[in-house]
């Protein structure tokens, strides 16, 4: 069964936002992590791991992003696997947090927005919008 129009517009939609969110968490991560002392101070009490973690997945929302646009299945498992590692951290994030370790509130909103950002485009690739199909299938792909 071939892929409903709506469901084309929503998977390049989602396609535009994780290549897009990759490239500035890209930009963003590399500004702390090799830039001047400058962005370092004012990324405050930033998280080594957390934002290790968010530099090199930017480059996965961006092979993620790429293969969702080309509509293919490993897409949807990248997808996947980027929601379910980005909640990992985020847990991980959180005992860090527990035991006293110094952070900043921005960082719990963002990991919060990246999970769920995640979550949503993992869900929408597997699902689409409509009846449970999937949004990628077989057919679709060239």
Request: proline fraction near 1%.
């Amino acid at each position: 069964m071939a892929i409903s129009r709506m469901n084309r517009i929503l998977i390049r939609a989602v396609s535009v936002v994780a290549v897009g969110f990759g490239l500035l968490t890209i930009k963003e991560g590399s500004a702390v992590l090799f830039g001047t002392g400058a962005a370092r101070s004012a990324a405050g009490n930033y998280v080594p791991f957390v934002l290790w973690f968010n530099f090199l997945a930017g480059f996965a929302y961006v092979i993620a992003g790429v293969g969702l646009w080309l509509r293919r299945r490993w897409a949807v498992w990248l997808a996947t696997a980027i929601a379910a590692a980005t909640a990992t951290v985020f847990a991980a994030f959180g005992v860090y947090i527990y035991t006293g370790g110094a952070y900043e509130m921005r960082t719990v909103i963002a990991m919060s927005f990246r999970t769920l950002v995640w979550v949503a485009i993992a869900a929408i690739s597997w699902r689409g919008p409509s009846r449970g199909k999937l949004a990628i299938t077989a057919r679709d792909m060239r």
